[in-house]
């Protein structure tokens, strides 16, 4: 399947499912190979996008560690704003802790840097940011990247769980928006 329709739009094979398997065994082993990561680790895997990515990349992590689920969700009620989110699912005490966040894409860096200044603000130890997908040209904040998968050009994608409102989670491989124009 080269091609995939998805709502209105139509998506052509940019990354297989095998150059995927490549990326991510690259990025597990530059983890495991990282001597400041301790067995401690907490990776904290953002939804919805990063579920097939945080699943396939911890199960080549080889030493002790734990993941959990976090969400950035629309404030509800009558404050509601579509760019002011709030971060849901910290269950845990994450003071001292070492902690590396799994993201699925870093576009602009909105999202990472509200994370991060969320997550900062429950004092762990560390906080590392993974990131299967990065998009230099649209990438517009300082924070450091440490480690990156693969680079992107600044093109819309879905499949290997990012999705196009909703549809294109469940492709095993990320196909790019065709420009139709
Ligand atoms: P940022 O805040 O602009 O860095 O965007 C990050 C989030 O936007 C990601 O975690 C994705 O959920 C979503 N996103 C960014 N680029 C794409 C894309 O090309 N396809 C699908 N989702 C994307
Ligand atoms: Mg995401």
Redesign the pocket.
């Known amino acids: 399947m080269d091609t995939v329709k998805l709502h209105d739009k139509h998506f052509r094979v940019s990354i297989t499912k095998e150059q995927l398997g490549d990326v991510v065994k690259k990025l597990a082993n530059d983890i495991n190979d990282d001597n400041q990561i301790a067995d401690d680790t907490l990776f904290l895997s ?1 939804l919805n ?1 990063s579920f097939i990515f945080s699943a396939d990349l911890l199960r080549q992590i080889s030493f002790h560690c734990s993941i959990s689920f976090l969400k950035l969700a629309s404030y509800e009620g009558t404050e509601s704003s579509g760019d002011v989110k709030q971060l849901i699912g910290i269950n845990e005490n994450l003071e001292g802790r070492k902690i590396i966040i799994l ?10 840097e509200k994370l991060v200044k969320e997550l900062s603000s429950h004092n762990p130890s560390d906080i590392k940011i993974a990131t299967l997908l990065y ?1 230099p040209e ?1 990438y517009k904040k300082d924070i450091e990247i440490d480690y990156i998968g693969l680079s992107i050009p600044n ?4 499949g290997y769980g ?3 409102d909703g549809l294109g989670r469940n492709l095993p491989d990320i196909y790019t928006l065709i420009d139709e124009s």
């Open positions: 953002i996008g993201e699925d894409i870093v576009d602009t860096g909105k999202t990472l998009k649209a093109d819309f994608i879905v990012l999705d196009y």
